[in-house]
């Protein structure tokens, strides 16, 4: 089966106007409270004005110590915090486009200096990033917690006028630590078999499937990674036939985990001098120690090959496995190679970050003929700056000051 990129089709009967979506992209503009700013919002109108077949907000946190140690995460942790959203869903959907809210908790992800309370996940293991502190290994009232605060996120979204939620599965979050061998080390219900470890996916699936049926439920997932004990394609596979049997409408493929550097979002050259200027770790470093250093860090923080499609071998044969719609994520920038990956049935849809970061109307160029790929060179810096900014595109160059 083939799939035109530039006619309508249905995600769970979300209608898209194509087959380009704009993936989830933490965008770092929520106020205090984790609410969308102006800002959020112009930029979201931008990306519907310019042609997106839906939009996939930035990650939504759904409790405190869950809360991402970027700058201004989005959150979806109290019912105050509908109306912002609600003005949010009503402009983007003036414009015909579709918006899902992106549900995450960032697990041993994050930093207790941001959150202020102490960091969790499914077993006390340090992470080779955030590795100021051994994370708190969940006990079962915790995870119960958690699964209703996910439960509870996903009604104040239906509330706040989203087309469905996307659950964050994938890149070493709260839900993929669970999912990975590797981060997952428990020998109670919530950890050992793929079963076990899908227990709490599927506790969260079955109460939002209890409370709201007929709500579009989406989940992001990894393929694989390079984790020792890691994401798998064929454990991917089981993940998504679990997935599906749970009752979720669709998946995106994507792979990899923050710890291993810059494998989720690849590029040609490691982006250092971004990481010196923005990171809590390195921006402080002297200026010595980060010419010492930097050899060292380029070499860590190299991104795997292939830059382009390196998702959509194991997307495709997660397809096969499964009969709800698949996205794929990762290097898909030009349109030779979406089309080729739609039209020969590789994938259902395709999904972008950072080519919407330097042109939000990236579809509206393509479809009317006037590029055919993204002006984006993979340099990166755009998600290493987004700790000490908004997300913009700085084209390999950094601002003096």
Partial sequence: MTFPVFEPATIAGITLQNRIIRSATHESMADEAGAPTEALEKLYVKVAKGGA???ITGYAGIQQ????????MLMINRDELIPSYRKLTDTVHEHGVPVILQIAHCGRQTRSAVTGLPTVAPSPLKDF????????????????????????????????????????????????????????????????STENRFRIVSEIMNRIRKRQDNFPV??????????PGGMRVEEAIKISRLLESSGCDAIEVSSGVVEE?????????????????????????????????????TFAMRSPKPYRAYNLEAANTIKRAVSIPVITVGGLHELTDIASALEGGSTDFISMSRPFIIE????????????????????????????????TCYYGKLPDR
């Fill in 360 to 391: 939000p109307d990236i579809v509206s160029k393509f479809s009317t003929g006037k590029q055919t790929r993204s002006r984006c060179i993979m340099c990166n810096y755009c998600a290493l700056m987004i700790e000490s900014g908004n997300v």
């Fill in 218 to 227: 989406l989940a992001k997932i990894n393929a694989y990674d390079n984790r």
């Fill in 65 to 72: 110590d869950g809360k991402s140690s970027l700058l201004n």
């Fill in 53 to 55: 077949g839906a939009i």
């Fill in 261 to 297: 550097g810059l494998s989720i979002m690849r590029g040609p050259e490691p982006p250092v001098k971004a990481l010196f200027k923005s990171s809590f770790r390195f921006s402080t470093m002297p200026a010595m120690l980060k010419r010492l250093s930097a050899p060292f860090i």
């Fill in 129 to 192: 990033i955030f590795n100021e502190e051994t994370p708190h290994a969940l006990e079962e009232n915790e995870i119960e917690s958690i699964i209703d605060n996910v439960v509870a996120a996903a009604e104040r979204a239906k509330k706040a006028g989203f087309d469905g939620i996307q659950l964050h599965l994938a890149h070493g979050y709260l839900l993929s630590q669970f999912l990975s061998g590797y981060t997952n080390r428990r020998k109670d219900r919530w950890g050992g």
